[in-house]
């Protein structure tokens, strides 16, 4: 195994100082905390007036949760610590459900994010005669500006493609002999459906692998990946109040993701009580940012759920391991009274051989009930089969799902490219149920 580290102390660090680089630093953000108008009026009224109210790390469960709502309310600038002639570049989501929120960075932020970045690209084993192309989006959404600088500042080569036109990008891969791919999961496998019609083959090109995240992907998916280009495939997590990329990261083990915890304190909290759930069990990810001053956040609620593995990973890293999302507190359906994730029929369908490279959920009002239909694409070559073969093979993708979400969702197998397909984070669920 390559292990290669880019900050070897602070990544095999012991525990202890982890925990103790956590608690400076907390006390720092308090400070730059106590600046903003936000935290300076939360914060007093919790008994933190000054960063030595903070004794011991267990005195952040006296903050508040921070919630996306918080952040929205507080926009444009209810949570910036400084004046703006110390910022260097802003950030904000897409806002197309409401008002966007908004990060702010000051050149320490964004080198301290930029370094964490270089981090979980080297834990990759991606290094400096290494392509990278990178397939996010640039501009205020932070998956391509941040792994960008990551990548430089490593010493990769960076092809800034961004996302879209398909042709293209295969092109460039082709024609700069792109090593590494920075894209969503999604993307990555259209664009796999796109290479023959192109007359490109994947033994043509040279990938070696691809850092994938920004959406809830399973395991099947990733094993389809690789398997599709003959890569590995590394999850990538992370969200735009963080900084973006670079939160947790996959090793060369792949084998979950080391979360970064001198840069980030992770808590796992049951969403319904907000209590903390004992080492190991699933639950809400909370955050706090140790690395931004510009604009601080702390116990941000995520809202994505996942578990923490506290057993050490073979890589020699000390920080613990964030498992897959498992999905999204606010992703959750409820499908005649059961309660599923889109990533629980996603685990399923991708791990069925005959199913191709994309599908899709839809949930439409059927008199009184619900009905849930997972449309799948098939390979090509499946259509060539007799009416009976494709019987059989809905009714076997049917009782999977069974097995997995209980209940029978109806199958609808589709041709190839046939189904929406997405060059940034996929739409997977459309859901016409008149809303309440
Ligand atoms: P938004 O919250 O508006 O989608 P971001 O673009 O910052 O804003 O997306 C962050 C979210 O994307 C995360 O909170 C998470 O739900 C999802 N995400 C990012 N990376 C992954 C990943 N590797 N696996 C699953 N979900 C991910
Ligand atoms: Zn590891």
Not at 58 to 75: E, V, W
Not at 227 to 239: M, R
Not at 394 to 418: D, F, M, Q, R
Request: with cysteine; charged share 25%; hydrophobic share 40%.
């Amino acid at each position: 195994m390559d292990i290669r580290y880019w900050n070897k102390d602070v990544e095999t660090a012991d525990v202890q100082k982890i925990r103790h680089l956590q608690l400076q630093r907390l006390k720092s953000i308090i400070a730059s905390a106590l600046k903003t108008p936000f935290y300076s009026r939360r914060l007093p009224s919790v008994g933190i007036n000054s960063p030595d109210d903070i004794k011991t790390l267990d005195d952040l469960r006296r903050i508040p949760f921070t919630m996306k709502d918080d952040l929205r309310q507080n926009y444009p600038k209810g949570l910036l610590s400084v004046d703006t002639s110390e910022v260097v570049r802003i950030h904000t989501s897409s806002g197309t459900t409401g008002i966007p929120t908004v990060i702010y960075l000051s050149a320490k932020d964004l080198d301290a994010a930029t370094d964490i970045m270089a981090r979980s690209i080297t834990a990759t084993g991606a290094g400096r005669t290494d392509i990278l192309q990178n397939m996010m989006s640039y501009g205020l959404f932070t998956g391509g500006l941040c792994m960008h600088y990551g990548a430089e500042r490593v010493g990769l080569m960076v092809i800034p493609a961004a996302g879209g036109n398909t042709k293209r990008q295969v092109s460039l891969m082709n024609d700069f002999r792109t090593t590494v791919l920075h894209i969503t999961p999604s993307y990555l496998l259209h664009i796999h459906s796109k290479l023959a019609e192109y007359g490109v083959k994947v033994g043509d090109l040279a990938l070696k692998k691809a850092f994938i995240g920004a959406e809830p992907h399973s395991e099947g998916t990733r094993r389809k990946i690789e398997e599709l280009f003959k890569i590995d495939a590394y999850n990538s997590y992370g969200l735009s109040e963080m900084n973006g990329p670079g939160v947790a990261f996959e090793c060369v083990y792949k084998n979950d993701l080391h979360l970064w915890e001198d840069a980030y304190i992770v808590e796992i909290i049951n969403p319904k009580t907000g209590q903390l759930v004992p080492d190991g069990q699933e639950g809400e990810v909370v955050l706090t940012n140790l690395i931004r001053h510009a604009m601080p956040l702390m116990r941000y609620r995520t809202r994505d759920l996942a578990f923490l593995h506290i057993e050490p990973c073979k890589c020699g890293r000390t920080h613990r391991r964030l498992s897959r999302i498992l999905g999204r507190s606010d992703d959750m359906l409820i499908i005649n009274g059961v309660n599923m994730f889109p990533s629980q029929i996603e685990e399923v369908v991708m791990k069925i051989p005959e199913v191709g490279n994309n599908y899709q959920i839809c949930v439409e009002k059927d008199g009184a009930l619900d009905r849930l239909i997972v449309k799948v694409e098939l390979y090509s070559k499946m259509f060539l089969g007799e009416a009976k073969q494709i019987d059989n093979l809905k009714s076997k993708i049917g009782e999977e799902l069974k097995a997995s979400i209980t209940i029978k969702p109806a199958i609808e197998l589709h041709e190839p490219g046939s189904l929406p397909a997405f060059e940034g984070k996929a739409v997977r669920v459309v859901d016409t149920r008149p809303k309440l």
